[in-house]
């Protein structure tokens, strides 16, 4: 059983950074693939980042080359770096984690947090 809390998000001018978190707590963070997807009103959720146990990490192409998934297994943390902020990215964004060594874009996860905010001001 793994707890996922996210925090980070606010408000932000388009163009603008902003690095969200995730807290993990419970069985070993570092045994479990994890990644961020976000939901906007209306819309779906979607796969935004994901990283592996070893290290590899996965992107949506809407998001390539801006953001930044990383995690620090010694601080069971998750981290979203995000850089250049547009208009199409303010959502709700989770956090979530699977028991597998595969990164899947699907929401195929095991566990997920209640989410943060992510507004972005043009």
């Known amino acids: 059983q793994v707890s996922l809390v996210e925090s980070g998000g606010g408000l932000v001018q388009a163009g603008g950074s902003l690095r969200l978190s995730c807290a993990a707590s419970?069985?070993?963070?570092?045994?479990?693939?994890v990644g961020w997807f976000r939901q906007a009103p209306g819309k779906e959720r979607e796969f935004v980042a994901a990283i592996n146990q070893s290290g590899s990490t996965y992107y949506a192409d809407s998001v390539k080359g801006r953001f930044t998934i990383s995690r620090d297994n010694a601080k069971n943390t998750l981290y979203l770096q995000m850089n250049s902020l547009k208009p199409e990215d303010p959502a709700v964004y989770h956090c979530a984690a699977r028991s597998s060594v595969f990164i899947v874009t699907t929401l195929r996860y095991d566990y997920w947090g209640q989410g943060t905010q992510v507004t972005v001001s043009s």
């Open positions: 419970g069985r070993a963070f570092s045994s479990y693939a």
